[in-house]
């Protein structure tokens, strides 16, 4: 199983971008999967999850960004708007053979896959 992580970049204090997971290796339609970020001397941190019963959201990014699946291309993305200059972290996207429930989904220890990150700066 592989993940592969797109689209991290500078971008100014409310823009946007958009993450892209690739997944193969495995068809995670039914499974969870998810995006963690890591500031600078920050520990990683959950962002948001897609579960079979309805995405996920850290409350620091929850009506900024968006999680969703194209099922058909098994891609992950992650649409972040208003962007502000403490989202600046790397980016990981994990994924899991399981559908996780709403009180482990957080947790990293739970996701058997994780892509290498990409670096997402926000800053004038």
């Known amino acids: 199983v592989q993940l592969v992580e797109s689209g991290g970049g500078l971008v100014q204090p409310g823009g946007s971008l958009r993450l892209s997971c690739a997944a193969s290796?495995?068809?995670?339609?039914?499974?969870?999967m998810a995006w963690f970020r890591q500031g600078p001397g920050k520990e990683r941190e959950f962002v948001a999850a897609?579960?079979?019963?309805?995405?996920i959201y850290a409350t620091s990014v929850k009506g900024r960004f968006t999680v969703s699946r194209d099922n058909a291309k098994n891609t992950v993305y992650l649409q972040m708007n208003s962007l502000k200059p403490e989202d600046t972290a790397i980016y990981y996207c994990?994924?899991?053979?399981?559908?996780?429930?709403?009180?482990?989904?957080?947790?990293?220890?739970?996701?058997?896959?994780w892509g290498q990150g990409t670096q997402v700066t926000v800053s004038s």
């Open positions: 290796g495995h068809t995670f339609s039914r499974n969870t």
């Open positions: 897609l579960r079979g019963n309805g995405n």
């Open positions: 994990a994924a899991t053979g399981r559908n996780l429930i709403l009180s482990t989904v957080r947790l990293m220890g739970e996701y058997e896959f």
